[in-house]
């Protein structure tokens, strides 16, 4: 089945800087990969997603991109504000008649002021 | 607010006991899914079932039996709890199968003592 890794466990930067986190996946079939991003005591969020047509997207501060030769995707957030702080994970998932959405280990983001 | 309302919120219970956690997906989603998150596992994949179906199972033990009806409410039963069930469970719905948006729920947390 598919395995998705995730790094770094855990990552702090400056306000104001970028975050980079990384991810791999193993499944080749593998066409969706969205991020979500878990705050304390709430529920995973979908902040952003990419589907394996595309190689890149952009929602104002953050996004992602996808190298499916190598089989990995990375969030990326610039100018990071102290709301960015929160767990985030990378997910993947198969063909259509593989709905199984297999989530990373997760990154813990801390933005220091 | 994801949409998806999950109860109870929190629920403290004995070893060998049988608990019943509760799903309201979103208006209009026809999948519903459920999540086990513990702090060393991560995210982990339980059971999806789709307009009344079972459409999907990963790691789900077979002292936990999950049914959505025919409102599409789910409900996840977990019997014979065990220490190693403490952990919180989510669940998610999307209007179809992925790669449709999936929305989690804020969770039960269920402590076996």
């Known amino acids: 089945g598919e395995n998705v890794e995730q790094h770094p466990s855990t990552l702090s930067v400056q306000e104001g800087d970028s975050a980079v986190i990384k991810c791999t996946y193993s499944?080749?079939?593998?066409?969706?990969f969205p991020w979500y991003k878990q705050e304390l005591g709430k529920g995973p969020q979908l902040i952003i997603d990419?589907?394996?047509?595309?190689g890149e997207k952009k929602d104002q501060r953050i996004a992602v991109t996808l190298n499916k030769t190598a089989k990995h995707f990375s969030l990326h957030i610039t100018e990071t504000q102290p709301e960015d702080s929160a767990v985030y994970f990378c997910?993947?998932?198969?063909?259509?008649?593989?709905?199984?959405?297999?989530f990373g280990t997760g990154t813990r983001l801390t933005i220091i002021p | 607010d994801s949409g998806v309302t999950q109860t109870p919120k929190h629920l403290i219970t004995a070893t060998g006991q049988r608990v019943t956690l509760r799903c309201s997906p979103r208006?209009?989603?026809?999948?519903v899914y459920w999540y086990q998150q513990s702090l060393d596992q991560g995210l982990q994949f339980l059971i999806q079932?789709?307009?009344?179906?079972?459409?999907a199972k990963g790691n789900i033990l077979e002292r936990f039996s999950a049914q959505q009806f025919p409102d599409l409410h789910s409900e996840l039963n977990l019997s014979s709890l065990e220490l190693g069930d403490s952990a919180l469970y989510f669940c998610?719905?999307?209007?179809?199968?992925?790669?449709?948006?999936?929305?989690f729920g804020e969770g039960s947390w269920l402590t076996v003592v």
């Open positions: 208006s209009g989603d026809l999948s």
């Open positions: 990419i589907r394996s047509n595309v």
């Open positions: 997910a993947a998932s198969g063909e259509f008649g593989n709905e199984k959405l297999t």
């Open positions: 998610a719905s999307s209007v179809g199968l992925i790669p449709n948006t999936i929305y």
């Open positions: 499944d080749s079939a593998s066409n969706y």
């Open positions: 079932y789709y307009n009344g179906e079972e459409r």
